[in-house]
C-alpha cells in the first residue's frame, strides 16, 4: 500500500514562494515517476508537473512553467515542489501522486494511480 503525504501549504502574499514537500511510504520511490497536481474550488484538478523516474526530465504546464521547479531526494524517498513569484490564481489544493507503474516519465497525466490527501496553498493579493 503506497501513502503519500503532501505538506508545506500556507497562507502566502502574491510574489512569494513557498516549496511543497510530499513524502512517500510503502514503496521505495527511484523507480517511479511522481507528479503535482492542484485543484481550486469550482475547477477541475489541473496538471501541474512530472518528474521522471531518473530524475533526468521533468514536465511543466504552461500555468507554472518557468515559477515551479520539481525535484526528487530518492533518499529522503521525497518530491518537492518549488513555487515562487506566486500568484492569486495559484490559491488551491495542491496533491501529489504516483502511478503504479515503474520507469516512466509520468507526463501522462491519466496514469497516476496514488494521491495523497493535499495541501492547502492560499495566495493573498
Known amino acids: 500500500q503506497v501513502q503519500l503525504v503532501e505538506s508545506g501549504g500556507g497562507l502566502v502574499q502574491a510574489g512569494g514562494s513557498l516549496r511543497l514537500s510530499c513524502v512517500a511510504s510503502?514503496?521505495?520511490?527511484?523507480?517511479?515517476?511522481m507528479g503535482w497536481f492542484r485543484q481550486a474550488p469550482g475547477k477541475e484538478r489541473e496538471f501541474l508537473a512530472a518528474?521522471?523516474?531518473?530524475?533526468?526530465?521533468?514536465y511543466y504546464a504552461d500555468s507554472v512553467k518557468g515559477r515551479f521547479t520539481i525535484s526528487r531526494d530518492n533518499a529522503k524517498n521525497t518530491v518537492y515542489l518549488q513555487m515562487n513569484s506566486l500568484k492569486p490564481e495559484d490559491t488551491a489544493i495542491y496533491y501529489c501522486a504516483a502511478p503504479k507503474g515503474v520507469y516512466g516519465t509520468g507526463f501522462d497525466r491519466d496514469q497516476y494511480d496514488y494521491w495523497g490527501q493535499g495541501t492547502q496553498v492560499t495566495v493573498s493579493s
Open positions: 510503502g514503496r521505495t520511490l527511484w523507480r517511479y515517476a
Open positions: 518528474i521522471a523516474w531518473s530524475g533526468g526530465s521533468t
